[in-house]
């Protein structure tokens, strides 16, 4: 298959086609996705990204990191951040 026949998986979705997605390819939806759910959380609660890193035992560049979906948390991230943002209000 030369580049001109080549199609993206979104396209190839919307014509109907079957597509098998790599497990990267899904990992990094989820890791978008996670890192919109704590963005859209954080501004909820009015933190900055440097609140509530201190909050969760976090660095800026972490929070910043899992924001973007550049990287996943560890499982003990994960759980810092999670009792970050299940509070229903900043102190």
């Given at each position: 298959?030369?580049?001109?026949?080549?199609?993206?998986?979104?396209?190839?979705?919307?014509?109907g086609e079957m597509?098998?997605?790599?497990?990267?390819?899904?990992?990094?939806?989820?890791?978008?996705?996670?890192?919109?759910?704590?963005?859209?959380?954080?501004?909820?609660l009015g933190l900055?990204?440097?609140?509530?890193?201190?909050?969760?035992?976090?660095?800026?560049?972490?929070?910043?990191?899992?924001?973007?979906?550049?990287?996943?948390?560890?499982?003990?991230?994960?759980?810092q951040c999670g009792?970050?943002?299940?509070?229903?209000?900043?102190?």
């Open positions: 298959m030369n580049h001109s026949q080549w199609k993206t998986t979104r396209t190839r979705k919307l014509l597509v098998e997605e790599s497990a990267a390819y899904l990992q990094a939806g989820y890791a978008f996705a996670l890192g919109q759910a704590v963005y859209d959380r954080r501004m909820e900055s990204q440097a609140e509530m890193a201190q909050r969760a035992g976090m660095t800026q560049s972490q929070i910043s990191a899992i924001e973007s979906g550049d990287a996943g948390p560890t499982l003990l991230g994960s759980e009792a970050v943002l299940l509070r229903c209000c900043a102190p």
